[in-house]
């Protein structure tokens, strides 16, 4: 395939030639232009930028393969940005089988393949950094920027303006159903390229959508909706839990035929449903139900994608992640409301949200038509149906009481419905800002860096009152990088990153420059620590404190500890309206509090502009850690199945942090463990992406359409031998923080297969606790020391040995830990051999 198309691109370059290859090549594959398509390929081969703003189901994708063709032609390297890993996964897939592997490379920050490829699929911060990083000069002569109307996104519109600020030698195609009038950038594209740009928009889509505002109960919608052939539909809620709630109510209808649950099971039947909610999504599935949020992990929600690809899911309940331009095939969108939560408030969609949500109905060359349905609010419904049972009496009709909205419901109903369908997207507004990341990649070009700063500050598109306030800021946070010795300022004025940062050393988070003000607290002496004592704990809590809170995990920490401290409460007999007192008081782990919001009111008060973000002292990977947890025990203890994307995102986050942001001098061989342990237990849960990489050296894994429905399992467990022997730590610590709690039964249930039950554990520990009162658990009972290993090639053999009160430690755990069902599984499996004196 990729030898067809490139095989025909006009060597010398030639326009005309390029874009009748182009064409010559799409109707090969019975893909015929459509007219605005033609436009505006002629516009992309004749040179000029591009703003695409055509409805969904119009071919923008196939556009974006044609401006990646005439830059391949021409030599040049192009980027594809997208605004979630998911997608530039996916455009990733479907370039390598147009190109080839050896032209086409991703990068997403979590990993990279082929970087040096002619095309590269991105997300739109990367190339942003990229952009920073090396002004005018980065090597990139073309950007497609797939939905751009992210432009407008408070926290992440930067990265998509960044590019037109720091690039005026590339050519910019910009892409999205919903940019509303685009006059004004394509005159400002223009002004900084020196190139024209065209504007193709307001086109008809050739899937024309027919809307619906329904007053049935949502149930029946639905099974009238399969009944009258408008399926696959996607049920949009606004919450992951409503979403969820609503495909396991869906379980009892007849949403699949038996045909087609059949080969649903036949394809998922190897699938690695590793986790608590991927024992609920596969019952889902195998019915024909599939769920869609992104509190999933990437890999289930991939399986959803696939599966809906091939055509065997005829309902899927998700959130409106599905309006980000992810290929999967729907004919209606029903919508359960009209209102979201953005964060601070309920309010309604905006007309952008709306018709992203609604486009995704219909498509090319399946349907004649798509359906968007919204689902009147419950009070409306009932209020419909107590009608419709009166009839055309009147003095039936008097007597109806109807029910009110519940309070606090943000109006909405068909009067908002039919506003939202003939309303044009918002005018795009700027979202630019200031980081000490972005002012990192700005000075580590060199050159004048007053100058490249001064044109990023006063060169967007923020009004002028905004820019002054963007200099102060990077202004402020220049003087905070000099204080924390990220840069340093020669005497000739020239300003420079300094030389002690590990080559991948990034400043991630707002607040990085303050933890590495901290670390210079800790030392891994407990005697002249400002810590715990505990140094690799500590570090991490450190940079936990700067990352975002994940909410589901805080809130059942804090759930769980007011649960014990009620209880402890009850039990020494404190009255009710004290114990109400001394609750508010307990709160999630907060390791280190005391010192941080010390440390921090310190800095603050030279470095003012941080005070505009808040601490979160908290403890997820810690908690993990000091429970010898694995994933999959953590999301069960704190009941978060719903939310296992949002935790494997934050481990994936607070892991990247420590590997980049801790300074290779400061990395003792403990902290380094934990790392590593963090690392491997990231990609144990979820490498789907590098898996789908893997595969594409062996295809036979694959459907008929090329896309694999089933991953190959991780590179195994045992590979990275620091991180497994923490993970073989961590087993046998948990043995030992149940031998001490004397928690019979859960010991039982770890080891009941090999031998070791309840009563057993309780056998073997008794003659113990005839000589001791307790076990040890603290740090030193914990250190490596006290865990004799021997590495066999096939199975290891471990000793931890229990810290007794008399330091005798002649009592111990044998264990034997298989390697191949390590691999296998994705965890160390520690069979316990025996319990007692050496």
């Known amino acids: 395939m990729a030898d067809d198309l490139l095989g025909s691109a006009p060597r010398p370059w030639d326009p005309d030639a390029a874009y009748l290859a182009f064409e010559v090549w799409a109707e090969s594959r019975g893909l015929y232009l459509y007219p605005a398509q033609a436009e505006a390929l002629i516009e992309i081969v004749s040179g000029n930028n591009l703003i695409l703003s055509t409805p969904t189901g119009t071919g923008k994708s196939l556009v974006a393969v044609g401006a990646h063709f005439a830059a391949l032609a021409q030599g040049w390297r192009s980027y594809y940005t997208a605004p979630i890993k998911a997608l530039v996964s996916e455009k990733f897939f479907a370039l390598v089988d147009i190109f080839g592997a050896e032209n086409v490379g991703m990068v997403t920050g979590d990993s990279s393949v082929n970087a040096d490829a002619p095309i590269i699929c991105c997300t739109a911060e990367i190339l942003a950094n990229l952009a920073l990083r090396h002004g005018a000069d980065t090597p990139v002569q073309q950007v497609v920027m797939d939905e751009f109307h992210f432009y407008s996104d408070p926290e992440r519109g930067w990265a998509w303006q960044v590019p037109l600020i720091e690039l005026p030698g590339a050519q910019f195609i910009l892409m999205s159903a919903t940019l509303g009038e685009v006059g004004w950038l394509a005159d400002d594209l223009t002004r900084r390229t020196a190139r024209e740009t065209a504007l193709v928009t307001g086109v008809e889509r050739p899937v024309p959508l027919h809307y619906y505002y329904e007053t049935t109960p949502i149930h029946e919608t639905v099974e009238e909706l399969l009944q009258t052939g408008q399926a696959p539909v996607y049920i949009v809620h606004f919450s992951q839990a409503a979403a969820l709630e609503r495909a396991q109510a869906l379980t009892s209808a007849k949403v699949a035929t038996r045909e087609q649950r059949d080969a649903i099971a036949d394809l998922i039947g190897g699938f690695r449903f590793s986790t608590s909610f991927g024992t609920t999504l596969s019952r889902l599935l195998r019915v024909g139900v599939g769920v869609h949020h992104a509190g999933m992990l990437p890999k289930y929600r991939r399986l959803v994608e696939q599966l809906a690809q091939s055509g065997l899911l005829r309902v899927i309940c998700g959130t409106d992640t599905l309006g980000v331009g992810i290929n999967v095939p729907i004919r209606t969108v029903l919508l359960t409301a009209l209102t979201k939560f953005d964060g601070t408030r309920m309010r309604q969609l905006s007309a952008r949200e709306f018709h992203q949500i609604a486009g995704r109905a219909g498509r090319a060359g399946f349907d004649t038509a798509g359906t968007v349905v919204v689902q009147a609010p419950e009070h409306e419904t009932e209020n419909a149906r107590l009608v419709a049972r009166a009839g055309d009496d009147p003095k039936k009709l008097k007597r109806v009481v109807r029910k009110k909205a519940p309070e606090g419901f943000v109006s909405w109903g068909k009067a908002s419905f039919e506003r939202l369908v003939e309303a044009e997207p918002e005018t795009l507004v700027s979202s630019m800002t200031m980081t000490s990341a972005m002012l990192i990649n700005v000075i580590g070009r060199g050159g004048d860096v007053f100058a490249n700063v001064h044109h990023l500050v006063f060169a967007n598109h923020e009004p002028w009152k905004r820019q002054l306030a963007l200099a102060r800021r990077a202004l402020a ?331 005798d430690h002649d009592w111990g755990i044998s264990a034997v830990i298989d390697l191949a069902e390590s691999d296998e599984q994705g965890v160390a499996v520690v069979r316990i051999v025996g319990v007692g004196p050496a």
């Open 477 to 807: 946070i220049y003087r905070t990088l000099r204080t924390a010795e990220v840069v340093t300022q020669e005497a000739d004025g020239t300003i420079r990153l300094t030389l002690e940062l590990q080559p991948n050393f990034a400043l991630n988070q707002p607040l990085s420059p303050f933890a590495l003000a901290v670390f210079d607290l800790l030392d891994p002496d407990p005697a002249r620590s400002a810590g715990t004592g505990h140094y690799a704990l500590d570090m991490i809590s450190v940079i936990e404190a700067t990352l975002d809170d994940p909410r589901p995990v805080t809130s059942q920490q804090q759930f769980l500890a007011r649960g014990e401290a009620v209880a402890a409460m009850k039990a020494e007999g404190i009255e009710y309206e004290q114990r109400m007192e001394l609750l508010e008081e307990i709160t999630h782990p907060q390791p280190l509090r005391d010192m941080l919001d010390a440390a921090f009111s310190t800095y603050s008060a030279s470095q003012a502009w941080i005070a505009d973000f808040e601490l979160h002292p908290k403890s997820v990977v810690r908690d993990m850690y000091e429970r010898a947890m694995t994933f999959g025990d953590y999301i069960r203890y704190y009941k978060l199945a719903r939310s296992e994307g949002l935790v494997l995102r934050y481990l994936s986050d607070a892991f990247r942090a420590a590997r980049q942001t801790i300074p290779d001098e400061a990395k003792t061989d403990d902290l380094l463990d934990l790392i590593e342990w963090l690392g491997e237990l990231v990609r144990q849960v979820d490498s789907s992406l590098l898996d789908e990489w893997d595969e594409l050296v062996n295809p036979s894994a694959r459907d008929d359409d090329g896309a694999p429905i089933l991953p190959p399992a991780p590179p195994g467990v045992t590979g990275n031998a620091r991180a497994f022997r923490v993970l073989v730590r961590n087993e046998l610590f948990r043995r030992v923080q149940l031998a001490a709690l004397e928690k019979w039964d859960e010991l039982g249930e770890l080891d009941a297969a090999a031998g070791f039950d309840a009563d057993g554990w309780a056998d073997a520990l008794d003659p113990y606790y005839d000589e001791y009162d307790r076990i040890g658990t603290d740090a030193d009972a914990r250190s490596s020391r006290m865990l004799i290993l021997e590495e066999g090639a096939t199975q290891w053999t471990a000793r931890q040995i229990l810290a007794d009160p008399a330091g």
